[in-house]
């Protein structure tokens, strides 16, 4: 037998974490590593931070989980507390992302057929977006490395390019349900949505009577220096995946909507064992006690400031390996002249964690609670790996 008991569907990386601390990860002989993928974007409090860790183990103590036949205080707490910060007026916990996504598109398929437009199942979706693993969630990128042999796939899509406001429109059917997208696409390479795109999309929505679903699972819950990533562009969605730094590495995620866009989602049509289990709901609460302190926005913001300044100083000292920096908050990308990868191993050995994206992007994606001592280490931890790089031929 050669398969390994993991089921081998991640190239993994030497780097075999067994302990965190604030922005620092430990490895089996206590390497010390520079924390700036944050479980891609996961850990926004970091590694141990004291408060989710003490709601976690007080509520593991309390009530870990029932089920959702009974009521649930934890979960309607929770809930009024997302739809208080945000469009949504009602919301459904899910333990991932790539479930609230699938939330999303269940959420709007049926918004129109209660309307009697049972037709209106297309979602427009966008080149290279990334929706997660799931069969819905990979029914909605085109990307062939995550479709290949497991079709047949979901009918009901459609592709146009991404920041491609005609193209979108041309795809616009009777059969539109509405667009799917991320309006910071991160997996695809931190490609930041125009602002005339995400309005343009809204007003298209609000012309035709569809649905704007976001996928703010990576760029949503303080990332991008906002609560929310809509909140940049002055336009609202229907629907809105959330997940990753939600639980800030509890595994949770949540579909909001309001109340117009829910009108279908009635008793029986949908679902979740787990999904707002009161050790989630705990979870999140810690999370967002902490994010909605006065001035832990402006700390992200601040930080990426000085992140991308650092970085614009740094790039025309190494030209012939960097091109240009993108991105919003602590969501950056450090477009590449090769190959991201291979310069993300390479940063390994420095001691710093990045994730590569497509083009030959380089995410830096730092937990969203940290200081100016960590950039500047950072900084020099990536200035001795460029200095000691050879790009492959
Ligand atoms: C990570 C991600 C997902 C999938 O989340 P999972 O928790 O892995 O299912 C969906 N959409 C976006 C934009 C993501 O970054």
Not at 108 to 113: D, G, V
Not at 133 to 143: C, K, P, V, Y
Not at 274 to 284: E, I, R, S, T, W
């Amino acid at each position: 037998m050669t398969i390994t008991p993991l089921m081998p569907v991640y190239p993994r990386c030497e780097v075999r974490p067994v302990r965190g601390e604030g922005c620092y990860l430990y490895g089996e002989q206590g390497e010390r590593y520079l924390d700036f993928a944050s479980g891609i974007a996961v850990n926004i409090l970091g590694h141990g931070h004291p408060v989710l860790t003490k709601a976690i183990q007080d509520q593991a103590a309390t009530l870990m989980h029932v089920s959702n036949l009974y009521g649930s205080p934890q979960g309607e707490a929770f809930a009024k507390r997302l739809v208080d910060n945000s469009f949504a007026d009602t919301v459904f916990f899910t333990n991932s992302g790539a479930e609230a996504v699938e939330c999303a598109i269940k959420t709007a398929r049926r918004y129109h057929y209660a309307k009697g437009n049972a037709h209106k199942h297309e979602l427009i979706t966008f080149g290279n977006a990334f929706h997660g693993r799931t069969l819905g969630a990979i029914s909605a990128t085109d990307q062939p490395k995550m479709r290949e042999g497991f079709e047949p796939l979901l009918p009901g899509f459609a592709y146009a390019r991404f920041d491609d406001l005609e193209g979108a429109k041309a795809l616009m059917t009777e059969n539109t349900a509405g667009f799917l997208v991320e309006p910071i696409q991160g997996e695809g390479g931190i490609r930041v949505g125009s602002d005339a795109f995400i309005q343009g999309l809204r007003a298209l929505c609000d012309e035709h009577d569809l649905m704007l679903v976001f996928d703010e699972v990576q760029c949503g819950v303080a990332r991008t220096g906002t609560l929310y990533a809509y909140e940049q562009y002055g336009v609202t969605p229907d629907i809105m995946a959330s997940a990753k730094g939600i639980g800030g590495g509890f595994p949770m995620g949540a579909c909001l909507a309001t109340e117009k866009a829910a009108a279908g989602m009635v008793f029986g049509t949908h679902g979740s064992t787990y999904g707002g289990n009161p050790l989630a709901m705990a979870a999140g609460q810690a999370v967002f006690d902490v994010i909605l302190e006065p001035g832990f926005l402006e700390n992200v913001r601040q930080m990426s400031d000085r992140l991308v300044q650092a970085l614009e100083q740094f790039i025309p000292n190494h030209d012939h390996l960097f091109d240009s920096v993108r991105g919003k908050g602590l969501m950056l990308g450090l477009k590449m002249k090769s190959d991201s990868r291979a310069f993300v191993a390479h940063l390994r050995n420095h001691g710093l964690l990045t994730v590569a994206a497509g083009e030959n992007v380089m995410r830096i994606l730092p937990p969203l609670v940290i200081e100016q001592a960590h950039v500047d280490e950072f900084i020099e931890r990536l200035s001795a790996g460029a200095a000691s790089y050879q790009a492959p031929a």
